[in-house]
């Protein structure tokens, strides 16, 4: 069975940087997208990132698009998420998620969250 766990959150002061990371376990899995989302206390979830697995074309949510860099290591089954400049708004938990493709069409996998705390 597929999971995805996130990892690298933390209690960061304004103006500092945060590597998130998303490895995915459990054997086989075929994944067309991966992407971050985050959702602050009382909002809703929001888009931040995707990446195409294979071709690795990106793109961001335009707020952040200055500041947080996506990326994916294949050997590694993982995908990252690099946050500079960190601000109070960015505070929220981060979450993983991947769209099937091939065999796995149609599947969604979502991780458990990692929670960014940015203090000022």
């Known amino acids: 069975q597929v999971q995805l766990v996130e990892s690298g959150g933390g209690l960061v002061h304004a103006g500092g940087s945060l590597r998130l990371s998303c490895a995915v376990s459990g054997g086989r899995f075929s994944f067309y997208r991966m992407a971050w989302f985050r959702q602050a206390a009382g909002k809703g979830r929001e888009f931040v990132a995707d990446?195409?697995?294979?071709?690795?074309?990106?793109s961001y949510e335009e707020s952040v698009k200055a500041r947080f860099t996506i990326s994916r290591d294949i050997a590694k089954k993982t995908m990252y998420l690099q946050i500079d400049d960190l601000k109070p708004e960015d505070t929220a938990v981060y979450y993983c998620?991947?769209?099937?493709?091939?065999?796995?069409?149609?599947?969604?996998?979502w991780g458990q969250g990692t929670q960014v705390t940015v203090f000022s």
């Open positions: 998620n991947a769209d099937g493709t091939g065999w796995a069409r149609g599947r969604e996998y």
């Open positions: 990446i195409i697995w294979d071709g690795g074309r990106a």
